[in-house]
């Protein structure tokens, strides 16, 4: 055993016929079958470590509980190629700046989704996926979040904050499901017949592969294969599409994406497949790639116009922080919104979460700020998310729910109490976040800029919930703020919400 150890210290990490050369070329034993059984007794005594059950395509790599977690990442990734379901995940996360969904997960894993019925081949369960990732190192759980993973400490860096990341995601979404009515327009897709993920992170189910949305197409006839034809018989089509709307579409998800269509046309020889990508741009290996293996790649200019375009570029740049400050980007992002036919969807998304960037700069200036925060209930294990958090010591916390709303538009009565006694109740758990012990001065503002006449009556006077301040700023309140705080801010919301 201390043979095995000895080998590991001086060479580091080593996968199973690395290690058994090791063995038979220092003599330990004369046999390659001996000293991989050698290897297993040291792994069952715990002398040394595998990545067992993860295996890189017949290797397990052995290590040392010794060995930093740099050596050990670096061993990990020369394996990767090996496994290319694994390889195609750790550069989603690259790609990602550091970040991935459990859908994610899903998509470039060729993972089966876990309400399938049953599983093909060598392919396993999401869940047992990402036991295995997590068993490796290669992604993190994320305090607070269920489905979304951070890179593994030794294999990369987030690059971006995670708040611009789930603004990403959440962006995606509203596209994924405006996309909808595009497709049931060009592919004459049923009205209700169609499957889209319920969540930013999650995914839907096509013949136990995954992907962001599926539909029955009624293009017809629909053929398969000469066989076919030859019959003349007409066969189920279905549509099926990947989205990446926040970076550009790359080779290695091109290539997830022909894997999971591959195992859906071996299971499945009758099916036609109508496979769509929606991305901002497309790497040009990627568009060759999709191209020549009969998938319609889709930019969001092509399906909404050259000002989605610019304006997603715009803003990326404002939520993820590269220069929260320019606000001739901020008014530019405004004024593309602001012009287009469609106010709500996916211009209206936008229009609202820069209202919450100017609100978190205007606080700026006497507060550090916060955009979407995320508390989870210890209690129940419901999720929220507070808008901006702004926090001066210990002395004052703001809890800040942001609404840029037009001149005819009334506030909704269970948004506010949902803001003052949901996300306050769980604010102050004391189990939690404690929210209440933890300053001197806690206050939940439900800020909007609505006129207070909209506002219903039994919140326009300030109150008290779970111990938390609760108070109504409505339209004449937001103006002054705006006005103390910043000039060329405030003309901004006058200009674009205060019409």
């Excluded at 409505?474 to 003309?491: G, H, K, P």
Aim: hydrophobic share 35%.
């Amino acid at each position: 055993m201390s043979k095995i150890v000895g080998i590991l210290k001086n060479y580091g990490p080593l996968a199973s016929d690395a290690l058994a050369d090791k063995l038979v070329s220092t003599k330990a034993t004369s046999l390659h079958s001996t000293a991989r059984k050698q290897i297993q007794r040291a792994v069952r005594c715990g002398d040394i470590l595998s990545t067992y059950p993860v295996r890189f395509d017949k290797s397990y790599l052995y290590y040392l509980k010794s060995h930093t977690i740099q050596k050990y990442a670096k061993a990990v990734k020369k394996m990767l190629p090996k496994k290319p379901s694994f390889h195609r995940t750790y550069k989603m996360l690259l790609n990602n700046k550091g970040y991935i969904t459990s859908g994610q997960i899903a998509k470039s894993s060729n993972a089966v989704p876990n309400e399938a019925k049953y599983t093909t081949g060598k392919r396993i369960r999401l869940v047992n996926v990402i036991k295995q990732l997590l068993k490796l190192g290669l992604i993190e759980k994320m305090g607070g979040y269920t489905d979304i993973y951070k890179i593994g400490d030794g294999f990369g860096t987030m690059q971006i904050r995670l708040g611009a990341f789930t603004r990403f995601l959440k962006l995606e979404q509203a596209l994924l499901k405006d996309f909808v009515n595009w497709v049931q327009n060009a592919y004459l897709i049923g009205k209700t017949s169609y499957k889209v993920r319920d969540t930013e992170t999650g995914l839907t189910e096509f013949n136990t592969t995954c992907w962001d949305f599926k539909a029955p197409v009624f293009l017809g006839p629909c053929t398969k294969s000469t066989e076919v034809y030859s019959k003349k018989r007409m066969i189920e089509a279905f549509a099926v599409v990947d989205i990446v709307a926040f970076r550009p579409f790359t080779e290695d998800d091109a290539k997830a994406l022909l894997e999971r269509l591959k195992t859906v046309t071996l299971t499945w020889k009758t099916i036609g497949m109508f496979p769509l990508a929606l991305a901002m741009s497309y790497k040009r290996g990627a568009l060759d790639m999709l191209r020549k293996h009969g998938v319609v790649p889709l930019t969001c200019k092509e399906v909404w116009g050259r000002n989605i375009q610019e304006l997603l570029k715009l803003y990326k740049t404002i939520v993820s922080g590269d220069d929260p400050q320019n606000l001739d980007s901020i008014e530019k992002a405004l004024s593309i919104s602001g012009s287009s036919v469609e106010k709500d969807g996916i211009f209206g998304n936008i229009k609202g979460d820069l209202f919450e960037v100017m609100t978190s700069l205007a606080y700026r200036s006497e507060y550090s700020t916060t955009l979407q925060r995320k508390i989870k209930s210890v209690l129940t294990g419901e999720d929220f998310e507070i808008d901006v958090v702004a926090i001066d010591g210990e002395k004052t916390c703001l809890l800040l729910e942001c609404k840029g709303r037009n001149l005819s538009e009334e506030e909704n009565k269970i948004e506010i109490k949902r803001h003052f006694e949901d996300r306050c109740e769980v604010a102050s758990e004391t189990c939690g976040w404690d929210i209440t012990n933890r300053y001197n001065k806690v206050e939940a503002i439900y800020f909007t800029t609505s006129e207070e006449s909209s506002i219903p009556p039994e919140y326009i006077s300030e109150r008290k919930c779970h111990g938390i301040i609760c108070r109504v700023m409505s339209r004449r309140e937001v103006i002054n703020l705006f006005d103390s705080r910043d000039s060329q801010l405030a003309e901004l919301i006058k200009k674009y919400y205060i019409k």
